[in-house]
C-alpha cells in the first residue's frame, strides 16, 4: 500500500497496477479497495493502462481530517491525478459520479472520464425523500448507531428491508459499520439527489455515461439525464447489466473509450 497526502495533510491511500496511460478508479458508497468491485477491475485494465484504485477519505486505509466538505474529495481526486502524472482519465460509480463531475468542473486535469449509474434519483421521482434521509442518516451517525445508519441506507436505495434484517446478522456486516460514517459524505456530494447542472454544465471533457440494461428504471433515467446535461458526454447501454456492472463486461468498453482520440 502507497499513500498520497491531499491538501489538508489526510493521508490517502492507494494501489497502482499496470503500466500505460493513467486510469483513476472512484468508488461508490460503502466500498474501498479491499472491499467493492474495483480491485478486479483494475485486474483487467492493467494490460493496457496505470491503473490506480484509492480508499476515498474515511474508508479502509485512508484518513479522515474533519469537517467534511465536498471540496475536501476533490483535493483527494486531485492528489491522486498528480501522483499519477499530472493527468488521468477517470472510471466512478453510483456516488463516486457525483463527485468526479464537481472534480471536473472545479478543473481537476481529467483527460476522460466515464461514469456509471449515477444515483440522481431525483431525476426520476425517486429523490423526494433525499432531505428526510439526510437528516435520518445525521440523527443514527451522530448517536453511534452505524449500523442502524448502514441499514437505513440500505433500504433508501430500494433493498427490502427482510434482505437487510438478513444481511445483519452476517460477519461482514461490521465491515459495513466501520464505513457508515461517510454515507453522510456521499449524502452531502449529492446534495438534493438531482443532476448538479451547475457542475455538470462546466464538465469540457469528454465523457461516457453508462448504465445497465437490466438496472431499475430509476437509475437508467438518472444516467440518460447526467448525459444530458454534460455537453461533452454521450450515452450507452450495457445489456443485461445491473448496479452491480460486471467487470469483465465493463473493462473493454472502458479500454476503447480511454483509448479512443475521438
Known amino acids: 500500500m ?64 474533519k469537517p467534511f466538505a465536498v471540496a475536501r474529495e476533490i483535493e483527494d ?17 453510483s456516488s463516486g459520479v457525483a463527485l468526479t463531475m464537481a472534480a471536473a468542473a472545479a478543473g481537476a486535469p481529467i483527460t476522460r472520464m466515464a461514469l456509471y449509474e449515477p444515483p440522481f434519483l431525483a431525476e426520476t421521482g425517486g ?34 428491508p427482510e434482505t437487510v434484517d438478513g444481511m445483519r446478522t452476517q460477519p461482514f456486516w461490521p465491515v459495513f459499520e466501520a464505513v457508515a460514517p461517510t454515507l453522510a459524505y456521499d449524502a452531502e456530494v449529492l446534495g438534493d439527489g ?6 455538470a454544465a462546466k464538465v469540457a471533457v469528454p465523457t461516457l455515461l453508462l448504465d445497465g440494461g437490466a438496472s431499475p428504471d430509476s437509475l437508467r433515467g438518472a444516467a440518460k439525464a447526467a448525459a444530458d446535461a454534460i455537453p461533452a458526454a454521450r450515452y ?25 482520440r475521438t
Open 2 to 65: 502507497a499513500t498520497v497526502s491531499s491538501a489538508d495533510g489526510t493521508a490517502i491511500a492507494y494501489e497502482r497496477a499496470g503500466s500505460g496511460p493513467a486510469v483513476v478508479l472512484v468508488d461508490g458508497a460503502m466500498c474501498y479497495r479491499s472491499s467493492g468491485p474495483m480491485r478486479p477491475l483494475a485486474a483487467l485494465l492493467k494490460e493496457h493502462f496505470t491503473v490506480y484504485a484509492y480508499d476515498r477519505r474515511g474508508r479502509g486505509e485512508s484518513g479522515d481530517t
Open 77 to 93: 481526486l486531485r492528489a491522486l491525478i498528480a501522483e499519477a502524472g499530472g493527468a488521468a482519465h477517470v472510471y466512478a460509480i
Open 127 to 160: 429523490g423526494a425523500g433525499m432531505k428526510e434521509y439526510r437528516g435520518r442518516l445525521h440523527e443514527l451517525l451522530d448517536a453511534g448507531r452505524n449500523g442502524d445508519a448502514v441499514a437505513l441506507f440500505m433500504t433508501y436505495v430500494g433493498m427490502p
Open 194 to 199: 438531482a443532476v448538479p447542472r451547475d457542475w
Open 236 to 260: 450507452a447501454t450495457l445489456e443485461e447489466q445491473t448496479h452491480d456492472v460486471a467487470p469483465g463486461v465493463l473493462a473493454p468498453v472502458l479500454a476503447e473509450f480511454f483509448s479512443s
